[in-house]
């Protein structure tokens, strides 16, 4: 059992950046992968980033490989998603997730793959 809850969206130019966090409770962090993901207005939600427990395994998705970067604080209990060259398509809500697991080096690429889920925050980003 883990609660999510990310922070950090808001409202920005194209161009700017955003660095947005998701702190968890509950569990141990440690065991985790996590993932982020978002999803537009009338759009699916989709894969932005993930990582595996240890750090070590991460993707990122064609649309944000370069200018973005997952990372992860197990002490904090915390992962990041830093966003550079922020886009207008990149408005939406993003959400983190989890998934328990023993594999050290996998990171987790569809929904179904998490247990868990936060709310979500929303980043818009003007033209």
């Known amino acids: 059992q883990v609660q999510l809850v990310e922070s950090g969206g808001g409202f920005v130019q194209a161009g700017g950046s955003l660095r947005l966090s998701c702190k968890a409770s509950?569990?141990?962090?440690?065991?985790?992968?996590m993932g982020w993901f978002r999803q537009a207005p009338g759009k699916e939600r989709e894969l932005v980033a993930a990582?595996?427990?240890?750090?070590?395994?991460?993707y990122y998705a064609d649309s944000v490989k370069g200018r973005s970067t997952i990372g992860r604080d197990n002490a904090k209990n915390t992962v990041y998603l830093q966003m550079n060259s922020l886009k207008p398509e990149d408005t939406a809500a993003y959400f983190c997730a989890a998934r328990y697991t023993y594999y050290t080096e996998t990171y987790y690429s569809t929904m179904g793959e998490y247990n868990y889920w936060g709310p979500g925050t929303q980043v818009t980003v003007s033209s």
């Open positions: 509950g569990g141990i962090f440690s065991m985790y992968a």
């Open positions: 990582f595996s427990r240890s750090g070590g395994s991460t």
